[in-house]
């Protein structure tokens, strides 16, 4: 690996260089949000003299600790936590060279609450390589730190608490617009992209006055939350929770709370609230004006084309961090599990089953909830943002679904939450664990691979690949499905649809909704 300087706004950098592609990391794009900076919108970090090195990760974001086991550790970064958090990673196949090509800048997963952009299988050099494009990672401010609704608890410093983690996402791209210039890439086609809380945050940014102009396409893998934020009510009564837990009164005192203190605080302050986790984007009239996808609100992504869609047993995700000894479920625990998840009577639950049962012939309970559970979860709030959007007359919609599954961990899994990341980065050998690894891997990694790049170049995901894929709308609802074949079907699965939506809607707020 040999050094490449690049300059910035603030000085130059030395990155590294593998198998023709140039890698740098761990670039502020924000200074540290510790002590006074804590819950404050985002600084500009301080310039140079000289050059300096990126050619390593930077800190996490703050998080509670997550469980990694042989089939998710590609998913999990390892690196610190620490405050001063407010950092990028470039993968780029050229420097210097006013290449313009298409950018892609990805939103990690986790909810709001962890995760990081620093995973190795979130490296992107695969990608870039591939793809001739630039790939963009980044680290902001989660759970109590980055969403945490302060105004009934401080003066003006603290008015934008609540949505600190997105204005740190919104300084990202503008570190992008101002610099990608001189990491090769066009900063009049970026795309942003991500999965599960990454494409909520998708979503968000494409509700904020802020973002606008600062991305041109937009991609949504896997978001079970992106229809509905916290309110000022439910965000307020979140902050007061964690200032009780930790014996404090007002926002200032908070910020001299330790990073521990403030995980223990906000655990502590989600478990009172019943497992439902308010430390989110709030609709707070300032950054955030409305709801994402509100046909009532003013459409500020009317040009951005949107690609959207999900895996279609996401929660076979959750499988592999339980006892294989307690996967099984009798007929008993399934109706109870159905019950609690979807929010409806005893009578409703077991009319619920029974109409999933029957157009499935022999299939295990384990396997039937998280078909259910999943399309209760994700498959229903990707296809109303997909029928929302081409209700808006704008730029199109393009539906999806991930049915091809992993034959990772003896079939365990099926087409669980995160399969599609692996596809779209070209990490599948990284993630093998969880994938596997073998002639359809490979190939559907190019399909996939080759899709979000075209999209990502042109704002429509055709290409040689795949057959013709028209835009979503309501009247017949093509979907693609990927998978060993891939197809554009009209409404597929169209019963399971219509008996999904005579259901409650999902509620957004789980704790354990977005923990990918």
Same mark, same amino acid.
């Given at each position: 690996?040999?050094?490449?300087?690049?300059?910035?706004?603030?000085?130059?950098?030395?990155?590294?260089?593998?198998?023709?592609?140039?890698?740098?990391?761990?670039?502020?794009?924000?200074?540290?949000?510790?002590?006074?900076?804590?819950?404050?919108?985002?600084?500009?970090?301080?310039?140079?003299?000289?050059?300096?090195? %990126?050619?390593?990760?930077?800190?996490?974001?703050?998080?509670?600790?997550?469980? +990694?086991?042989?089939?998710?550790?590609?998913?999990?970064?390892?690196?610190?936590?620490?405050?001063?958090?407010?950092?990028?990673?470039?993968?780029?196949?050229?420097?210097?060279?006013?290449?313009?090509?298409?950018?892609?800048?990805?939103?990690?997963?986790?909810?709001?609450?962890?995760?990081?952009?620093?995973?190795?299988?979130?490296?992107?050099?695969?990608?870039?390589?591939?793809?001739?494009?630039?790939?963009?990672?980044?680290?902001?401010?989660?759970?109590?730190?980055?969403?945490? !609704?302060?105004?009934?608890?401080?003066?003006?410093? !603290? %008015?934008?608490?609540?949505?600190?983690?997105?204005?740190? +996402?919104?300084?990202?791209?503008?570190?992008?617009?101002?610099?990608?210039?001189?990491?090769?890439?066009?900063?009049?086609?970026?795309?942003?992209?991500?999965?599960?809380?990454?494409?909520?945050?998708?979503?968000?940014?494409?509700?904020?006055?802020?973002?606008?102009?600062?991305?041109?396409?937009?991609?949504?893998?896997?978001?079970?939350?992106?229809?509905?934020?916290?309110?000022?009510?439910?965000?307020?009564?979140?902050?007061?929770?964690?200032?009780?837990?930790?014996?404090?009164?007002?926002?200032?005192?908070?910020?001299?709370?330790?990073?521990?203190?403030?995980?223990?605080?906000?655990?502590?302050?989600? %478990?009172?609230?019943?497992?439902?986790?308010?430390?989110?984007?709030?609709?707070?009239?300032?950054?955030?004006?409305?709801?994402?996808?509100?046909?009532?609100?003013?459409?500020?992504?009317?040009?951005?084309?949107?690609?959207?869609?999900?895996?279609?047993?996401?929660?076979?995700?959750?499988?592999?961090?339980?006892?294989?000894?307690?996967?099984?479920?009798?007929?008993?625990?399934?109706?109870?599990?159905?019950?609690?998840?979807?929010?409806?009577?005893?009578?409703?639950?077991?009319?619920?089953?029974?109409?999933?049962?029957?157009?499935?012939?022999?299939?295990?309970?384990?396997?039937?909830?998280?078909?259910?559970?999943?399309?209760?979860?994700?498959?229903?709030? $990707?296809?109303?943002?997909?029928?929302?959007?081409?209700?808006?007359?704008?730029?199109?919609?393009?539906?999806?679904?991930?049915?091809?599954?992993?034959?990772?961990?003896?079939?365990?899994?099926?087409?669980?939450?995160?399969?599609?990341?692996?596809?779209?980065?070209?990490?599948?050998?990284?993630?093998?664990? !969880?994938?596997?690894?073998?002639?359809?891997? $490979? %190939?559907?990694?190019?399909?996939?691979?080759?899709?979000?790049?075209?999209?990502?170049?042109?704002?429509?995901?055709?290409? $040689?690949?795949?057959?013709?894929?028209?835009?979503?709308?309501?009247?017949?609802?093509?979907?693609?499905?990927?998978?060993?074949?891939?197809?554009?079907?009209?409404?597929?699965?169209?019963?399971?649809?219509?008996? +999904?939506?005579?259901?409650?809607?999902?509620?957004?707020?789980?704790?354990?909704?977005?923990?990918?």
């Amino acid at each position: 690996m040999t050094g490449l300087i690049a300059e910035t706004t603030l000085g130059k950098l030395r990155g590294g260089s593998l198998n023709g592609v140039h890698s740098f990391k761990g670039i502020a794009y924000g200074g540290s949000t510790a002590g006074e900076a804590r819950f404050q919108p985002p600084s500009k970090p301080g310039s140079w003299a000289g050059v300096k090195d %990126a050619l390593g990760l930077g800190h996490q974001a703050p998080q509670p600790e997550r469980p +990694i086991r042989p089939a998710n550790a590609w998913i999990r970064d390892t690196t610190p936590n620490g405050e001063d958090c407010l950092v990028l990673n470039v993968y780029t196949p050229a420097v210097n060279d006013s290449g313009n090509r298409p950018v892609m800048v990805w939103m990690h997963g986790g909810g709001y609450f962890t995760g990081s952009g620093g995973a190795t299988g979130l490296d992107g050099s695969n990608l870039a390589r591939h793809g001739d494009v630039v790939v963009v990672t980044l680290n902001h401010r989660l759970n109590a730190f980055g969403y945490n !609704f302060l105004s009934e608890f401080g003066d003006d410093r !603290f %008015a934008d608490a609540g949505n600190a983690g997105m204005l740190d +996402i919104v300084a990202a791209l503008e570190w992008v617009r101002d610099n990608i210039g001189n990491f090769g890439g066009d900063a009049g086609n970026v795309t942003i992209f991500g999965q599960s809380g990454g494409g909520s945050k998708v979503a968000v940014l494409m509700t904020m006055p802020s973002a606008k102009g600062l991305f041109h396409k937009a991609v949504m893998q896997s978001s079970s939350s992106h229809l509905q934020l916290a309110t000022k009510e439910t965000a307020s009564r979140a902050a007061g929770q964690l200032l009780n837990e930790l014996g404090l009164r007002d926002a200032s005192a908070l910020q001299q709370a330790s990073s521990d203190k403030m995980l223990e605080g906000y655990a502590a302050a989600v %478990a009172a609230n019943y497992g439902n986790d308010s430390f989110r984007p709030v609709v707070d009239g300032r950054s955030i004006l409305n709801h994402p996808f509100d046909l009532d609100s003013p459409d500020l992504a009317s040009d951005i084309p949107l690609l959207i869609g999900s895996c279609e047993t996401e929660k076979s995700f959750y499988d592999i961090v339980l006892d294989p000894a307690k996967l099984p479920l009798s007929d008993d625990e399934l109706h109870a599990q159905v019950k609690r998840f979807v929010g409806i009577d005893e009578r409703k639950t077991s009319e619920l089953i029974a109409d999933y049962t029957a157009r499935r012939g022999d299939i295990s309970g384990r396997d039937l909830f998280n078909v259910l559970s999943s399309d209760h979860m994700y498959r229903r709030n $990707a296809i109303e943002a997909a029928e929302i959007k081409s209700k808006q007359g704008g730029a199109p919609a393009y539906l999806y679904e991930f049915t091809w599954k992993t034959p990772a961990l003896g079939g365990m899994l099926k087409t669980p939450h995160t399969l599609c990341i692996p596809f779209v980065f070209g990490n599948v050998e990284i993630a093998r664990e !969880f994938t596997g690894a073998g002639p359809e891997q $490979a %190939a559907l990694m190019k399909t996939v691979m080759e899709t979000w790049l075209t999209f990502a170049r042109t704002g429509n995901p055709n290409n $040689a690949r795949l057959p013709d894929w028209t835009p979503y709308d309501a009247t017949d609802r093509t979907t693609m499905i990927f998978d060993n074949e891939c197809n554009a079907v009209k409404d597929p699965k169209q019963q399971d649809r219509l008996t +999904i939506n005579a259901c409650p809607k999902f509620i957004s707020d789980m704790q354990w909704s977005s923990a990918a």
